[in-house]
């Protein structure tokens, strides 16, 4: 073989063989591209399957996605990984931890649950099991969220029994409390006659064995009834004005029509006048121009036939003037009689709310205001007559006990006979008025300090006296009482504190008796 042919066949295998490199680099380059996409894949959804679990971890993912896509080698990615593999492995930990310390949680939470008594039988159950369950420990979060949930269901099926049975909530001491104060504060409110009956019936069934609806229901009648009292009211005041406003149409009408009639009879009446005038001038005239008596005798018979006819017409007019007048009168008499009755009822209202305003209802005697405006016009004229000015407080003993033992009502008839002795025992310009509850006040002017314990003492022993029978039980209803004379420079209010202390002296010192502050 010759040389060339020698060099020729060798360049052919080494082309071959580079060839063969060739095909087995890019193979490796693709092998290798190959396991960076897989990689970079991997680790792209490692960073979703760890993401916000732990912040550094996603942050050196989020370079290791980004660094790949420039090495050569996979082996330039080594160091990145092997630092993910320890932040893996501390978050492998915290999260064991972490479920461990939500897994006593959940014993935690079902213990509480296990004292509520209330809970379903089959709920009880199912939550002992459950207790047993919570027992082994978790090792992925996806056992600990069906066992929150179980949990969850727990606490539903509770609650719903719980909302079920709400008709059933026992009715507390403090509810009970509040249907006595509802049925006090009934009595003290006055009501139409035609809501007397409904209030009385359920007067009697706040002071009874009663149920949170029915008082609840209580409550919201009674708003119902005072609202519509309110609306009445208003109603009333509102037709009213309408009448009174119809009524003022009428006669300003009546007015109107009057002034016309009056002007065009005005105009009539001129022209009469004028008439008449003309008529008179005439006859002078006729008197010095007619030389023959007998054509002045007819003249003047023509001329006065005109004045007679002018005078009955201006008679007429005047007379139907008159009967216009009178009835125009006529019709306003009647439209200010009506609106006189009406606001004299409207008056006589107004009087008797007033004076309810005033009362109160139990007791007829009168009440808080009423006694705020009589301590003022006392204590005026205290200061300016400088006459003595007493104050007293009495207040029933143990009256709770007659409630307690006899029933409201008679405790509302006690009040009432004890309010009726003590006005009884009073003298005119004296003056009491039922404070509140078992609490009355007495406003007493021009007594001495020799004769106020006197007084007093006569009340407490007249009250005592009151042969009470409860039962076929013969019952004796005592007074404490505390009083106070106003001194000078003082106000009504610190004589009225001085006097309420004495009362608390007077309890306190045994009851039945009035303790006099000096
Ligand atoms: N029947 C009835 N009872 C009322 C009325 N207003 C208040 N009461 C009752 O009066 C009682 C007042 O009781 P307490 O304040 O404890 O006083 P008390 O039993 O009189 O005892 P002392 O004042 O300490 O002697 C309560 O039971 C009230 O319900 C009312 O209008 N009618």
Redesign the pocket.
């Known amino acids: 073989m010759k040389d060339s042919e020698i060099a020729i066949s060798q360049i052919t295998l080494m082309k071959q063989k580079l060839h063969a490199a060739r095909s087995a680099l890019d193979d490796i380059n693709k092998d290798r591209n190959d396991k960076l996409k897989t990689l970079i894949q991997f680790i792209g959804h490692l960073s979703l399957a760890c993401k916000g679990q732990n912040l550094e971890l996603d942050n050196k993912l989020a370079k290791l996605r980004h660094h790949l896509h420039g090495y050569e080698q996979i082996d330039e990615a080594l160091p990145e990984l092997v630092d993910i593999e320890r932040i893996l492995k501390g978050q492998y930990n915290h999260t064991m931890t972490q479920l461990e310390e939500s897994r006593m949680g959940l014993s935690r939470v079902i213990r509480q649950i296990q004292r509520v008594n209330s809970a379903p039988e089959k709920v009880k159950k199912e939550i002992n099991y459950f207790k047993k369950d919570l027992a082994k420990p978790f090792h992925t979060v996806w056992e600990y969220i069906p066992k929150v949930e179980k949990l969850i269901g727990f606490y539903e099926e509770i609650l719903q029994q719980q909302f079920t049975s709400a008709d059933d909530y026992d009715i507390l001491p403090q509810h009970i409390q509040l249907a006595?104060e509802l049925a006090?504060k009934i009595?003290e409110i006055e009501f139409r006659k035609d809501q007397r009956d409904q209030i009385l019936v359920m007067k009697e069934v706040l002071l009874g064995e009663i149920s949170l609806n029915t008082l609840l229901e209580s409550y919201q009648t009674i708003l119902s009834l005072l609202l519509d009292n309110i609306a009445r009211e208003k109603s009333a005041s509102q037709d009213f004005l309408y009448a009174l406003n119809d009524a003022l149409t009428v006669v300003r009408d009546v007015v109107n029509s009057s002034h016309n009639n009056n002007e065009r009879s005005q105009q009539l009446k001129l022209q009469l006048n004028k008439e008449i005038n003309l008529r008179v001038d005439n006859a002078g005239g006729i008197i010095t121009d007619v030389e023959d008596i007998l054509a002045l005798k007819t003249q003047l018979t023509v001329q006065l036939s005109s004045l007679r006819d002018a005078l009955t017409r201006k008679e007429a007019l005047e007379s139907r003037e008159q009967t216009l007048l009178r009835k125009s009168i006529e019709s306003m008499r009647k439209e200010l009689n009506s609106i006189t009755q009406e606001a004299n009822c409207y008056k006589e209202k107004l009087f008797e709310h007033q004076k309810l305003n005033l009362l109160d209802p139990?007791t007829q005697l009168a009440n808080r205001t009423a006694l705020e405006d009589r301590m003022d016009q006392e204590y005026r004229n205290h200061i300016r007559f400088k006459t003595p000015l007493w104050i007293a407080v009495t207040?029933?003993?143990?009256?709770?006990?007659v409630?307690d033992n006899f029933g409201?009502s008679t405790?509302?008839k006690t009040?009432q006979v004890i309010a009726m002795a003590l006005k009884n025992s009073l003298r005119d310009s004296e003056f009491v008025a039922r404070y509140g509850?078992?609490e009355f006040v007495l406003l007493l002017p021009d007594i001495t300090q020799d004769h106020i314990s006197t007084l007093l003492n006569r009340v407490r022993e007249k009250v005592k006296n009151i042969p009470f029978k409860f039962k076929n039980q013969r019952i004796t209803v005592t007074l404490?009482i505390g009083a106070a004379q106003v001194m000078d420079n003082e106000t009504m209010e610190e004589a009225f504190e001085r006097a309420d202390a004495a009362l608390y002296k007077a309890?306190n010192n045994g009851?039945d008796r009035v303790v006099i502050d000096m």
Do not use: Q, Y
């Open positions: 006595r006090v009595s139990l207040d029933i003993d143990h009256f709770k006990s409630n409201h405790g509302d009040l509850g078992e404490s309890k009851r």
